[in-house]
């Protein structure tokens, strides 16, 4: 499962520990500068797809796990 915050960050998070109690973060990331509006999975691949309203697209390799590609910035929300 993944979460983003108001502030650019991105959690990946392994449920399958939540049957213990515990939920793990186990990926991190904090490329976008504006609040997480949105994600999609891209099960095929292995990539996590995000939009920012700093006006920017993100793209995750969760394999890596890493940035793959980041947009210019299109200015608006």
């Known amino acids: 499962m993944a979460t983003g915050d108001d502030d650019g960050v991105i959690k990946v998070w392994d449920l399958r520990q939540a049957h213990k ?5 186990v990926v991190k990331f904090k490329e976008h500068e504006g609040s ?3 994600f ?6 292995k ?8 006006g ?3 793209v995750f390799d969760l394999r890596k796990p890493e940035l793959y590609a980041m ?4 200015g608006e929300d």
């Open 36 to 38: 997480i509006q949105g």
């Open 21 to 25: 109690g515990t939920k793990s973060c």
């Open 56 to 58: 920017t697209l993100g």
């Open 47 to 54: 990539m996590l797809l995000t939009a920012a309203n700093d």
């Open 40 to 45: 999609e999975y891209a099960s095929e691949h």
């Open 71 to 74: 947009s210019d910035s299109f």
